[in-house]
């Protein structure tokens, strides 16, 4: 595993793609076959699953350690990893050994079908043959928590240099629900098999925030519709069967079994992306809704009536088997609005409604209504723009209706972990009522970090009190906390949840007897909070 | 009758002879373990500090009125027997030794004990209370052996160098910046410093301390004629504006950090240099408990880092164990200023 090991920390030690895209080529270029597939399977998310449960293997480091369990668990916040942990408290190894990833791999699997006092032996002894690197790579495979930090499209562009491959079409072969146990290198990379690929979807087309309206040029070009609050999905019928994927990937088909109906409504051959909403009475239901379906392997009937999904059709991918993607978006959007126009309403699919462009104040006219809709703003696509993978600017921009926003003061701080580790990121903002404070959100984003090492000076000169690894801190921050939506919560003391609540700005110029008030908060659940299904 | 060594809001006091060690606020009588911002302030009537110490110490605090003493030299002052011992943090660190009638405390200061080449090392000193930090009281830090660091340091310069490139390292401009200068291997390029590393360079060489050749950076220095050299800065120089100009044309400089934090992957990545050394002038895990044991002391007192985790710790290893409020900060990763946390 040392030449995996050595790869890890290429693109782990450096900031710069250049060098992490070298290190993977120049790895898919000379490691063994078995090795680079686990490499790809790795680094796209395909891990193995969990053959142990941490709570077992922090006692076997802790014992091999020679450390009371109390005194690893302080320690595993603080490095904010598991793996890491353990492999820094346990000690040197006494023989390394160097064998393939895919060796150990093996290893991990057979551990699996053993029984405890097995698997104890043969993970102590794997500790002990492995080198740092090694150990924590080890590690992490088997608590089923490997990550890297490279994304998916990086390593896709290693590989096609390692392999002269192009690159969108190795994008292509990489999706989808196959797992290093199924495929080989060579039919993976090299030879695809089209049979064996029929719920492979394609890469999702992604848009970047549109953050100057003037830099559409002339709206004729342009073709807008809602953007919807909802999950991304990708709908595949295909030999007689449907499939539901979602942007990270994942196969959502069983957690909306509602779709399934969709192949008596349209033929075989057919991929349609769009946006899995809960649905109401020709409206959708807020997100909280569609929220309680989210994580569900298995639907329980009662919120299959409570929460029904649909699809929202965005665009269309494949019609009578025959991949369109090149074609321009107006032709496609005809040919979708074609498919589902004559559909029943009990088909679990609607159109995503055009919103006709005639200026750019219109536009903007159009995306303040965003909220009242359930949406989240507006989706503009040039009309003849193909659809293009991953995150590219200039065909398509998505136009988010602003934040709302309140300013509140910083009451409670907690260090975080992994990056965070040692720094305090984790804040709890309040807003006043009457001469006093209430807690109303926590939020974890949003600062540099220089403004997080400035306010960690701060908070470490200005902590009243500690509840373990909380401080409570002076109330004197002012921050403006911006959040996509607001709804009644019983559990929290403000009374309110908020959605995607990050810091925006640092308020250095606000006084504390200006922030906002728990009537302010109030005011906008009235206006923005409403929820039918709460 | 009264514990010889007492915690106040002013540093730790000693009742007996009248005098603070290590006071962060102004007093008549300060008894200084090392020239370290949080451990030497401005303000004292009086200092006392080794004679290597010394000149660091008038260096960044001016005009003081400053006494020194040698290495296992003692002091009658009040009642009391005081006398310095080397801690191996920096050069001229001390721990600081106590004596009343036949009980012996030790203020330690920051100390670590392996042999970093530069400090006098180390040295455990005999006591019934012993002060300590715990900045890295935790068993996940356990420091890469010197020969190894050394290794790693000279081949990431090395790679560099040989593609034109600078090697950008940032370090505290006492103590780490000299160790890496001893620990570099001068037959790959010339050494580069950022100004306030090459002040205490000059401190140092002044005093008989051996350091290899550097060259200051100033505004007019040839950068071109010296690509590939290894730049040693402070953790602020290295994040900041002054850095920039070593990112020659399509040939930005390497960058690395060296610190003890580093053995951590998340603080590692959050710094976002291309290379994190492990390196500390503070005990790691093994170094703290070896120290605490050689003393044999049963009394120990946790004045900064990990400090409830390592009570406790040190409370299952059978010692009475305390944690007091000071304000000594340790090795930071975060202080972007040199002189606040060292």
Redesign the interface.
Known sequence: MKRFAELFRAV?????TTKKVAAMTAYFREAPDADKLWTIALFSGRRPRRTITATVLREWAAER?G??L???E??YP????LA??IS??LPPAEAEEDRPLSHWIDEIRKLSKQDDAARKAGILAAWDRLGPTERLLFTKLLTGSFRV?VSQKLMTRALAQATDIDEAELTHRLMGSWTPDDITWHSLVHAPDPTASLSRPYPFYLAYQLDDPEALGDPAQWMAERKWDGIRGQLILRGGDHHLWSRGEELMTDRFPELARMKDFLPMGTVIDGEVLAWGEEVPLSFNALQKRIGRKTVPKKLLTEAPVILMGYDLLEQDGEDIRALPFAERRARLDALGADLPPEAPFRLSPLVPVESLDQLAEERAKSRELMAEGLMLKRADSPYLSGRKKGDWWKWKVDPLTVDAVMVYAQAG???????FTDFTFAVKDGNGLVPFTKAYSGLT??E??KI??WVRKNTLERYGPVRHVKPEHVFEIGFEGIQPSPRHKSGVSLRFPRMLRWRHDKPLDEINTLADLKDMLTAYGGDSTA | MADLLTFTDRGIYCEAGDFYIDPWRPVDRALVTHGHADHAHEGMARYLATDIAAPVMRHRLGEISLDTIRYGETRRIGDVTVSFHPAGHVPGSAQIRVERKGEVWVASGDYKTIDDGLSTPFEPVHCDAFITESTFGLPVFKWTPQAELAHDLNAWWAANAAEGRFSLIGAYALGKAQRILTLADTSIGPILTHGAVENTNEVLRAQGIALPDTIRVTPDLDLKAHAGALVVATPSGLGGPWARRFNLAGNPASTAFASGWMALRGVRRRRAADRGFIMSDHADWPGLNAAIRETGARKVFVTHGYTSIFRRWLESEGFEAHVVSTEYAGENVDADDEGEAA
Do not use: H
């Open positions: 782990d030690q450096t900031t710069r350690a450390i009371p109390w005194l690893f302080e320690a603080i490095v904010g990893d890491e942990t820094l408290v930090g972990s992994g990056r965070r580790a040692n720094m970090d220089a997080f090492r960690t000076a």
